[in-house]
């Protein structure tokens, strides 16, 4: 299909997009547009976070900028100063001296900005994202998963389950979609079906702006059928962007020694997929290194497409029709998906 133009839950996750947690900024005329990161390592263990400070605006901004966060917690700083250039984006540090793990792995965030006269505030509710070390066994018994620091997003009262894990070899992820049906693919894969599409990238990568654009990112699409299904890649570093808008065939692009199992169990879908890292070579997982990942759902007969990026606090101007690769079955809102570089980490375990 051509593009428009324009859990029982085995596992423990946190509802992120919930009231006060909405995608925009603000209302329409705030000075600046503000964003609190998600968390990539665990709060006990003091990470740096970060909250994003955007000028729509053809003026310097000049202000300052803080941060409230859980009842308990300490930062280095509470308020710090900040001058952002004309439609100019700053990232803004905050050290937490002290945090406390939340089982359901949710963080209500305050975020205030105040200068020239105004001020703009947002409230979020951020996850930690991260990727313990972990070797799963893609088998659909979920079993594995424990240790995994789920992130869970709502989208149409239905929820949304991220877990990751990565090792020397993999990169792991278990996806729950709640939903009423599985849709799957007939035999010619070219009518509508249930999918989820992902996108990794090194942390540093950017979106490109136009077609003519070089990627930066690793995109696959995961594709049930019967208790397993294929897991292809339709985009990778050095390719162009202008692929993105071409609904190529998934035929011929499964990626070798992905592994993947797609089980029922209770109104949920579990998508099960280890996809080797050699199939990544410019991702180089480290313990503390962030990288980017985002995730679309495909659910075209319940909710529609669920999207990260949405869950993530992106602001209304970081869409892209670049971000994410068409391909056939898709069914696609008039509206273009959030970017995908979106934070994300490699750690140790979640302890």
């Known amino acids: ?20 947690c909405g995608v925009g900024g603000g209302p329409a005329g705030e000075p600046v547009l503000l964003r609190a990161e998600a968390l990539t390592v665990t709060p006990s263990t003091g990470p740096v976070t970060h909250v994003q400070v955007h000028n729509p605006n053809a003026a310097t901004w000049r202000g300052t900028v803080s941060a409230e966060f859980p009842p308990g917690w300490k930062v280095n700083q509470a308020e710090q100063s900040v001058t952002v250039g004309p439609r100019q984006t700053a990232r803004v540090a905050f050290a937490i001296e002290r945090g406390v793990d939340a089982a359901d792995n949710r963080y209500p965030v305050r975020l205030t900005a105040a200068g020239g006269g105004r001020t703009a505030t947002r409230e979020q509710t951020i996850v930690c994202a991260s990727a313990p070390y ?46 009423d049906a599985l849709v799957q693919p007939s035999g010619n894969g070219q009518a509508v079906s249930d999918a989820v599409q992902l996108s990794l990238a090194p942390h540093d990568a950017m979106t490109p702006e136009t077609p003519s654009g070089t990627c930066r990112r690793y995109e696959f699409v995961l594709v049930p059928a019967g208790e397993g299904g294929r897991c292809c890649a339709r985009i990778r570093p050095g390719e162009s962007a202008s692929l993105a808008a071409e609904a190529r065939p998934l035929a011929g692009r499964e990626v070798e020694g992905a592994e993947l199992a797609v089980v029922r169990q209770g109104g949920l879908t579990y998508y099960e997929c280890a996809i080797p890292l ?30 990260w990026g949405a869950a993530a606090g992106l602001w209304p101007h970081q869409r892209s029709r670049l971000a994410w690769c068409d391909f056939p079955g898709a069914k696609w809102p008039d509206e273009p998906p959030f970017d995908n570089k979106i934070e994300w980490g490699f750690c140790s375990s979640k302890h």
């Open 134 to 179: 972990y070797k799963p066994t893609i088998d659909g018994k979920l079993d594995d998963w424990a240790d995994a620091i789920p992130a869970t997003f709502v989208t149409a009262g239905k929820r949304t389950t991220i877990s990751t894990y990565w090792s020397r070899r993999s990169f792991s992820l278990l996806v729950a979609v709640e939903e």
């Open 1 to 20: 299909m051509t593009r428009p133009s324009s859990v029982a839950l085995v596992l423990l996750g946190v509802a992120v997009g919930l009231p006060g």
């Open 278 to 307: 050699a199939a990544m070579p410019t991702l180089r997982p480290d313990p503390g290194r962030e990288f980017c990942f985002s995730l679309l759902v495909h659910d075209p007969d319940g909710t529609g497409l669920r999207d």
